[in-house]
């Protein structure tokens, strides 16, 4: 698999090339579903010393812009993917909070299709599954 070339996603986006935010793309494509804390954390790696409020600026640019995917289910802090436009949904364990991505049921986002839209125009639907993960289930399980 090749990396995809995140200064020309920048570019296409209107958004400036820096490190920080190639950081951040490089982070979440490689691990998706990452909350704030655990992307400073890879950030820091990558770049060394970068302030929170820089990593939270750069989030919410991508976020806006459309190349990072925020994810929040209820309860749990926010999670950022890049895999967006194709309205995916997640699993989520109740246990330790594990995510992990759930193509929609069946063909094109058949989700968006409400079976009473109340006049609404819908352009997205978010679908959490819960349930619990195969470490946590296994972990329960008596010996
Ligand atoms: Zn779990
Ligand atoms: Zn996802």
Redesign the pocket.
């Known amino acids: 698999m090749t990396a995809p070339d995140f200064a020309s996603q920048l570019r296409a986006a209107s958004l400036r090339v820096t490190r920080p935010r190639l950081a951040v793309l490089s982070a979440v494509h490689e691990h998706?579903?990452l909350d704030t804390d655990a992307v400073i954390g890879h950030v820091r790696t990558d770049l060394g010393a970068v302030s929170h409020q820089a990593v939270y600026d750069v989030l919410r640019a991508l976020t806006d812009a459309g190349l990072v995917?925020r994810?929040q289910p209820a309860g749990a802090t926010a999670r950022y993917?890049s895999?967006v436009g194709d309205n995916?949904h997640?699993v989520v364990c109740r246990s330790c909070g594990a995510?992990?991505?759930v193509d929609c049921a069946v063909g094109h986002t058949p989700c968006l299709t409400a079976s009473d839209d109340h006049g609404f125009v819908v352009d997205e639907a978010e679908v959490v599954y819960w349930g619990t993960c195969p470490e946590c289930a296994a972990a329960r399980t008596p010996q």
């Open positions: 998706p579903h995917r994810i993917e895999r995916h997640h995510i992990a991505d």
